[in-house]
């Protein structure tokens, strides 16, 4: 069972609050009415069931769309500059259509393939964010470029292009437009400009020209003879509608396959009627009944009705003090729960704090069967006896946590200690090269004066149990994320982009 709407289930985070409340202040508990908000919640989640996909034929049309990256396209007479109208109208259009191919191409005198002809709207998206305008040194426009590109890139018969631009700066384009209608190439024009026109930023205020005039980019209507010439359409301004409406009309069938659907069968129609239920009960005689009877029944299997969810908030508390360095008060929140998980997150807190005597007292009162939780807990104990100087006590609690498990910390902190005699102090802070422990869990006092007690090498399992171990990196994933930002543009990329600036007279 999954959930369609996930983000509902945030609310039952009210419930949790109304628990920890009532039980400072000692309240009445009204628990059939918290159990109909508790299934309203998860009804309005929308719980699913998926079935067996299905698969399905598919086709469509390859749309290309090419954007103007040159220097005009930084005007603001298109809010907020011409460039960035082009960016929303650009993710407005492949967010809506989920039939096509799209491809995405960059041209000013020169023309790169940002992405190529796909369906992931995600990576079409992020390759065009991550254009570098500052990276890009031509100024002019060749509209060429991009048609002889966009004719490369589809094999279909009839593709469609569009053009996000300001009309660039040629007085005719009676070549380009016998290009595209030898080449079946059907083109759109989405003028990103005004008549009136616009200054154009620069470092100095305003872009002047060589002599010492402000330049003012307007619209070049000459280029709608592209469109007419091929039998596409000319837009105005940043209206993704009349463009989404122009690749519908001129949908053609460029590419064929299937696809795998998953379908989902709804059970929101569940917890709905259990809310009505308990909604019911809570009016009624039978509810206060029928709660009686389930408090017996728990108490004959031996089950707390309250401590999990009641720990919760101390784990939450716990957790945002401990973020914020507030160790003494974050082991304070933890002193509430009395499971392992809850002692060992006050002893981490307290060895933050530089308590180190009282958390390896805490750690020596854990009991587990876990043997992972067991190593980081052995480790814990053998960094707090490294931090009081006890180095063989330290090496002991390291040898038993690898053997345990193995971890790269452990070992790096137990080869750093071997031969370190007990008279010896390890200074953490003080000395430039640390080889205590790993550089991804280097102290968090070092280089600074040291009020801190505790350093960062240390294995907390507050992430995991609800209040996060603030001492640890995340390393990246070294595959692509786009979710992440990871990919970007490559120094090749800009290389063909801006490969013929050497030749150009004009700035613009």
């Given at each position: 069972m999954s959930f369609l709407s996930p983000l509902w289930l945030l609310a039952l985070s009210s419930i949790l609050l109304y628990f920890w409340i009532a039980r400072i202040r000692g309240w009445h508990l009204q628990g059939w009415l918290l159990a109909t908000v508790f299934f309203l919640i998860?009804?309005?989640g929308r719980p699913v069931m998926s079935e067996k996909p299905v698969t399905v034929e598919e086709s469509g049309s390859d749309v290309i769309l090419a954007v103007d990256v040159s220097y005009?396209?930084?005007?603001?007479?298109?809010a907020p500059t011409r460039l960035d109208a082009a960016k929303q109208l650009l993710s407005k259009i492949i967010r809506s259509d989920s039939r096509d191919r799209f491809g995405v191409i960059a041209h000013t005198t020169s023309a790169i393939i940002l992405s190529p002809l796909t369906k992931d709207r995600e990576l079409l998206e992020h390759l065009f964010a991550s254009l570098d305008k500052s990276q890009i040194i031509t100024k002019g426009t060749e509209v060429m470029s991009?048609?002889?590109?966009?004719?490369?890139?589809?094999?279909?018969?009839?593709?469609?292009?569009i053009l996000f631009t300001d009309g660039g700066d040629e007085l005719s384009y009676e070549k380009e437009a016998a290009y595209a209608e030898e080449n079946g190439l059907k083109v759109c024009i989405v003028m990103l400009a005004s008549s009136q026109g616009s200054t154009l930023p620069s470092d100095s205020g305003s872009l002047k020209d060589e002599n010492g005039h402000i330049v003012v980019s307007s619209r070049n209507d000459a280029i709608n003879s592209i469109a007419e010439q091929s039998g596409g359409r000319v837009i105005d301004g940043a209206d993704a509608a009349s463009v989404i409406a122009w690749i519908e009309r001129e949908r053609g069938e460029d590419f064929a396959g299937e696809s795998t659907v998953t379908r989902y069968r709804e059970l929101f129609y569940f917890p709905l009627v259990l809310a009505l239920i308990t909604f019911i009960l809570a009016y009624t005689t039978a509810g206060e009944k029928l709660a009686k009877v389930l408090i017996l029944f728990l108490a004959m299997i031996g089950i707390s009705a309250n401590g999990g969810v009641v720990d919760y908030p101390y784990m939450a508390a716990g957790k945002y003090d401990y973020e914020r360095g507030n160790y003494e008060r974050s082991a304070q929140w933890y002193s509430?729960?009395?499971?392992?998980?809850?002692?060992f997150n006050r002893a981490n807190a307290l060895y933050k704090a530089g308590k180190y005597q009282e958390a390896l007292g805490l750690y020596r009162t854990i009991r587990t069967n876990d043997s992972r939780f067991k190593s980081k807990v052995f480790y814990n104990i053998g960094n707090a006896h490294i931090r009081l100087s006890e180095f063989e006590n330290g090496r002991q609690a390291l040898l038993k946590s690898l053997t345990l498990q193995y971890s790269r910390e452990a070992?790096?902190?137990l080869r750093a200690i071997t031969g370190v005699q007990e008279q010896k102090t390890l200074n953490l802070r003080k000395e430039k090269n640390d080889k205590f422990s790993s550089d991804e869990n280097k102290p968090t006092g070092e280089g600074k004066k040291g009020k801190e007690g505790g350093g960062s090498n240390m294995q907390s399992d507050i992430a995991s149990s609800g209040a996060g171990d603030a001492g640890k990196k995340a390393q990246a994933d070294p595959r692509f994320?786009?979710?992440?930002?990871?990919?970007?543009?490559?120094?090749?990329?800009?290389?063909?982009?801006?490969?013929?600036?050497?030749h150009e007279t004009k700035p613009w």
């Open positions: 998860l009804a309005l005009s396209m930084r005007a603001s007479d298109i991009a048609l002889e590109l966009s004719r490369k890139m589809s094999h279909a018969q009839r593709p469609l292009v509430e729960i009395h499971a392992p998980q809850g002692t070992d790096q902190n994320s786009t979710s992440q930002g990871k990919a970007s543009l490559s120094s090749r990329q800009y290389e063909l982009i801006n490969q013929r600036s050497v």
